[in-house]
């Protein structure tokens, strides 16, 4: 099982939806600016299912906008995703006939400029209404383009937005506030409290941080980061991981000479703590389940300085390339690669074989919602149950392959103890054979007091750090 399912299962359902069929006669028209590039974006999310971060990257090299406008573009999709339910709240007020009843296109179209008018001061009001009114002449009727500028002009006259009715709900004021489907905050409110959902509702709608992972077999974290800075960047070392930098304005990493001469890996903070929890050391036999794309396969490499030997298995062929890749360019020559279920590697690896195993299990994926805001809008109640219930058939399946002594570590990139502290705990009340160690871990002494204590395992939230939210569990087999 590949742990790259963690995206959402379809097109998302409910009111701020905003379903509805274009008519045959729209055709999108040939993007040319940074707002046609986000509008067709987004239209194609809503009526395609398709994904966000996929979706913008092909967009933006076909439409080879520069560096500002890229930016913007950017800009647009991710925040008019994230503030869908606020922004559709507000646009409720002013649209006559029902948001829901206009053209997707249209109703797109409101919301990106309504992102720029609440949340872009450096996009003037008037710049935004006007762009806005430009595209609809040009793909639309006169009639919409009156619409669309007595809309925008109607809210420009109103003032502070949104405006909540009195007596309203906590979380219904979060949910609104915040643009989070009603049934997250409700859950995260019943697990956390509601003022850590709250917390975790406004750090999902900030942009991620930029962070890299050094590559200490090449060069110490030191040295890049003083490279870095002479080259003008605005780099410093990392708050979650002795491997990591963090980066400013430096546009994109994985095209620059440090990346291609295998000096770093582009990485959230909270992922580059897993492999250093695994720790595994020079000689050792690894097991990394679910491995796809290979970024912690490559972690635990650089930390074996290359020596022993470490089996990065993915559920889909073609990504085992990636891992292949990711290892070349790093210069490791420790990882091969396998291609199957994670749940058959029991029946097909000898037992007890391994010294140290990684199963970064596929989840629901809500710590990661900062980088991918659709998700918000794909997941369903149900989906935590389900997954939840494939982690704890991996994890019991892939246990008997760790030899006595050896490590296992269990990760997700998700805030939901459903799928986290719970799967661990029932696996150890089945497994006796197996201790809880995760408090005892470096990772978990420096963080200790900011990251929570989940059970056995701990979970960063994305107000921690700015990072995504992970769980890590780490057990030791003792029989």
């Known amino acids: 099982m590949s742990a790259g399912g963690k995206g959402g299962s379809g097109p998302r359902k409910g009111a701020a939806a905003g ?46 906008l520069n560096r500002e406008d890229t930016g913007l573009a950017t800009e647009l999709v991710y925040g008019s995703l994230s503030r869908m339910i606020t922004l559709d709240y507000v646009l409720g007020s002013f649209v006559s006939k029902g948001l829901h009843k206009l053209e997707p296109w249209v109703r797109n179209l409101l919301r990106l400029s309504l992102y720029q008018i609440m949340y872009l001061d450096r996009v003037p ?11 609809a002449k040009k793909r639309g009727h006169q009639g919409i383009s009156g619409m669309v500028n007595g809309v925008l002009r109607s809210v420009l006259r109103a003032g502070e937005l949104p405006v909540l009715p009195d007596g309203l709900g906590r979380e219904e004021r979060i949910s609104i506030l915040h643009s989070h489907p009603l049934w997250m905050v409700q859950r995260w409110s019943a697990e956390y409290g509601a003022d850590t959902a709250e917390a975790m509702c406004a750090a999902n709608n900030e942009p991620p941080a930029v962070s ?101 298995n993915d559920l889909h062929e073609h990504k085992a390339g990636l891992i292949t890749d990711q290892a070349a360019r790093l210069g490791l020559e420790c990882i091969t690669t396998a291609s199957g279920d994670a749940l058959e590697l029991s029946q097909a690896l000898q037992p007890g074989s391994f010294d140290r195993i990684l199963l970064d299990a596929p989840c629901s994926g809500l710590g990661v919602i900062r980088r991918k805001p659709d998700l918000k809008w794909r997941k369903q109640p149900g989906d935590v149950a389900g997954i939840a219930a494939l982690q704890r058939e991996l994890l019991q399946s892939v246990s008997g392959l760790l030899k006595p002594g050896g490590v296992l570590v269990y990760s997700t990139c998700t805030t939901e103890q459903e799928e986290n502290s719970r799967i661990i705990s029932s696996f150890l009340t089945d497994n006796p054979g197996f201790a809880p160690v995760t408090f005892k871990t470096a990772a978990w002494e420096r963080l200790e007091g900011t990251a929570i204590a989940a059970g056995e395992g701990m979970q960063l939230l994305p107000q921690h750090f700015g990072s995504d939210g992970f769980y890590i569990a780490r057990l030791e087999r003792l029989l």
Not at 48 to 63: D, E, I
Not at 245 to 250: E, F, I, K, P
Request: charged share 20%; aromatic share 4%.
């Open 19 to 64: 379903q509805g069929k274009s008519k045959a006669g729209y055709k999108p028209a040939a993007p040319a600016t940074a707002r046609e590039v986000a509008l067709d974006v987004l239209v194609r999310v809503e009526q395609q299912g398709a994904y966000s971060n996929l979706l913008l990257g092909s967009s933006l090299q076909k439409a080879g």
């Open 212 to 312: 890299v992972r050094v590559n200490t077999t090449m060069i110490s974290r030191a040295a890049l980061l003083a490279e870095m800075l002479a080259a003008g960047l605005d780099a410093a070392e990392s708050a979650v991981s002795p491997f990591g930098l963090t980066v400013r304005g430096g546009g994109n990493l994985a095209l620059s000479s440090w990346y291609k001469d295998g000096y770093l890996s582009v990485q959230d903070e909270s992922s580059m703590l897993v492999a250093e929890v695994v720790a595994p050391e020079p000689g050792m036999k690894v097991l990394d389940c679910c491995a796809a794309p290979g970024g912690k396969s490559a972690h635990m490499g650089e930390l074996m300085k290359d020596e022993g030997t470490i089996l990065a």
């Open 125 to 135: 009001s008037h710049a935004a209404v006007n762009e806005a009114v430009n595209t």
